[in-house]
């Protein structure tokens, strides 16, 4: 059983930046491909980045490419998500995943195991 928790979510101006982390425990962090997921009120969940178990294959939404970075550090357990040029759009709550799938998956229902989430407010 894996458990994770996000951090660093908030209020920041469009224009901000904001680097969200999710710790893992309970689980061999490093077999495990990450990603994230956001869901604005009135909104579908969306899928935002992935990362493959090594950290070499990384995919994004085209919403948020070549804004965000997503990155991880297998020693720490952590996967981190930079966010910058933010954008009013980005206003959602932020959910960290994780897949025992070996290639990164883009649909939510192939991870297994999901954070509480975190809030982030764009004010425009």
């Known amino acids: 059983q894996v458990q994770l928790v996000e951090s660093g979510g908030g209020l920041v101006q469009a224009g901000g930046s904001l680097r969200l982390s999710c710790a893992a425990s309970?689980?061999?962090?490093?077999?495990?491909?990450m990603g994230w997921f956001r869901q604005a009120p009135g909104k579908e969940r969306e899928f935002v980045a992935g990362?493959?178990?090594?950290?070499?294959?990384?995919v994004y939404a085209d919403s948020v490419k070549g804004r965000f970075t997503i990155s991880r550090d297998n020693a720490k357990s952590t996967v981190y998500l930079q966010m910058n040029i933010l954008k009013s759009d980005d206003t959602a709550v932020y959910y960290c995943?994780?897949?025992?799938?070996?290639?990164?998956?883009?649909?939510?229902?192939?991870?297994?195991?999901w954070g509480q989430g975190t809030q982030v407010t764009v004010s425009s």
């Open positions: 990362i493959n178990w090594s950290g070499l294959g990384r």
């Open positions: 995943a994780a897949s025992s799938l070996v290639t990164i998956r883009t649909t939510g229902n192939e991870y297994a195991y």
């Open positions: 309970g689980g061999t962090f490093g077999s495990y491909a």
